[in-house]
């Protein structure tokens, strides 16, 4: 539109501002915040319809105890306010966000649908992914077997496909058994394929089910692959959600972090042995069978955590998604949104490097955008919103320690009713890590030597007392290697034991926090 005005030389302009969709807490909300960008041609939304609701700000510990709260404030509007299910909508600015909220809504028994898009184990890239662990628990799933024997591409055409399942239905054998009995170079490549997967079994041999997922994502190529892709940053970001998912599942369901994920005929022979001996994680030495296995809910047998993993993946992928026009929680990313208007809409993530996202927090244009994004995404309601950010977040393979994002500071408090406490936890002290400058795109000074006239609004959880050398062996002033970041600089360190983390400047990304217990940080 700014373009057509300048080009046109358009000198009589006629805004449409009246809005019959929204309350005007919800437009003041939008107006204030979009007003912070520079570029723009100006329009103020107004509304006859009244005041109506504040916007409900709700600030989480985690995104599972975010997901927790957003389930049991949909089962109160359905129950307690009779709104309907596809009335209500969950907006996030990730496609890899909505797995926790998947799951959460999944476990409770309440219908959605992913509006344009997939549910995150029905993505391609996800299956691919759960196809490569599907043959380290079965070598023999010829399902599996047919979806990644040339994914990423090796060589493997229809015609070898063809060969190879020729030679299983005449011996009456797995695809991954006929393989040594198909010649020439087709048999080549085959055989190139099942010895990746072999060396893989292997190697994940008395690993967690985290650390196989990692290893599975790095040999099989699917990371690089989608890398070389030029809309692959999608694709990763939900293969590095998997890691995530496997690591809820197993604390979730009773595993334990360090719980190996063999194959149940290897785990109970390994269980009567020394687990060292055997190759296992040595934490299996003090763990209990209970604490390594456990049962399934419908044939009683005992499931490793990797069989468990994709058996609960095989149910989360089912039928289980509403069909068209059931009554049904509706999930989408923003861009998904334009358009469309729901009476309750969550905006969920609202943290910085979230939303707005951390691509586009280096310059002034990139940060316009993401602002009108939110504008899009908080006037697609009408009548209630809320707005929630979390604590702690695991994405992209990592927990992270966000601060809450700079758009509430760009709010009017006015309309803004805290269902929380305002400023606790790792959201205080925002406007000051900015400068102090509406919009401004400077990294956050979070964990520097001061934060303007807002210091004493953001402290840091209490660092207990530490009398011996940390495991970690890292400390402030030292440089260190990050497999996604690269090259970085520890500026601080907090916390001992499973809760130390690292406060890490690196070059290309800007300062992160990093829980030790997960990253792999690598001193240089």
Not at 451 to 474: E, I, T, W, Y
């Amino acid at each position: 539109m700014a373009d057509f005005v300048r080009e046109f030389d358009v000198r009589h302009q006629i805004k449409l501002e009246q809005n019959y969709r929204s309350f005007s807490n919800i437009l003041d909300s939008a107006n204030e915040l979009i007003a912070h960008n520079k570029k723009r041609l100006g329009k103020n939304l107004r509304t006859d319809q009244g005041p109506g609701e504040p916007v409900r700000v709700y600030e989480a510990t985690s995104d599972f105890a975010e997901a927790q709260w957003m389930v049991e404030e949909m089962r109160q509007l359905v129950k307690g306010d009779g709104l309907q299910r596809q009335e209500i909508a969950v907006l996030y600015r990730s496609n890899a966000q909505s797995r926790v909220i998947e799951t959460a809504l999944f476990n409770a028994g309440m219908p959605y649908r992913v509006y344009g898009g997939l549910r995150f184990f029905e993505r391609a890239e996800i299956k691919h992914a759960l196809a490569y662990l599907r043959l380290l628990e079965n070598k023999n799933d010829d399902t599996s077997f047919l979806r990644v024997v040339n994914f990423p591409p090796r060589g493997i055409g229809a015609r070898s496909l063809e060969q190879l399942q020729d030679v299983a239905r005449d011996t009456g054998c797995s695809l991954h058994d006929a393989v040594s009995a198909v010649p020439g170079k087709a048999g080549v490549n085959l055989g190139a394929f099942v010895a990746k997967i072999d060396v893989l079994r292997e190697q994940t041999a008395g690993l967690t089910l985290r650390e196989i997922i990692e290893l599975v994502l790095d040999h099989s190529g699917l990371i690089e692959h989608y890398r070389l892709d030029r809309e692959g940053a999608d694709r990763i970001e939900n293969l590095e959600e998997l890691v995530n998912a496997a690591e809820s599942f197993v604390t979730q369901e009773g595993f334990g972090r360090d719980a190996v994920a063999l194959p149940v005929d290897e785990l109970g022979a390994a269980l009567t042995q020394s687990p060292v001996s055997q190759g296992l994680d040595p934490a299996a030495a003090t763990a209990s069978p209970a604490e390594v296995l456990a049962p399934d809910a419908e044939t009683g047998e005992t499931l490793s955590p990797l069989a468990a993993f994709l058996t609960h993946a095989a149910l989360e992928s089912g039928d289980n998604q509403a069909q068209a026009g059931q009554d049904a929680i509706q999930l989408m990313t923003v861009h998904a949104a334009k358009g469309l208007e729901f009476d309750c809409v969550f905006i969920t993530g609202m943290e910085e490097g979230l939303f707005p996202h951390e691509n586009a927090m280096s310059d002034y244009e990139g940060l316009e955008e993401e602002r009108r994004l939110m504008y899009v995404a908080i006037t697609r309601a009408r009548k209630r919103l809320y707005l929630s950010h979390s604590q702690t977040r695991m994405l992209h393979g990592q927990t992270r320690y966000n601060l809450k994002s700079r758009f509430f500071d760009e709010l009017p408090e006015a309309a803004l009713k805290w269902i929380t406490p305002k400023n606790q936890g790792f959201g205080a002290g925002l406007g000051a890590g900015y400068g102090g400058v509406p919009g401004g795109v400077a990294q956050p000074s979070w964990g520097r030597s001061s934060f303007g006239a807002n210091a004493d609004s953001f402290r840091s959880p209490p660092v207990p007392p530490q009398k011996a050398d940390p495991a970690h062996g890292l400390k402030a002033g030292q440089k260190v290697f990050h497999n996604k970041f690269g090259e970085g600089k520890v500026l601080a360190i907090e916390g001992t034991g499973d809760d130390a983390r690292a406060q890490v400047d690196f070059p290309r990304h800007g300062v992160k926090w990093l829980a030790l217990s997960v990253a792999k940080l690598t001193p240089i």
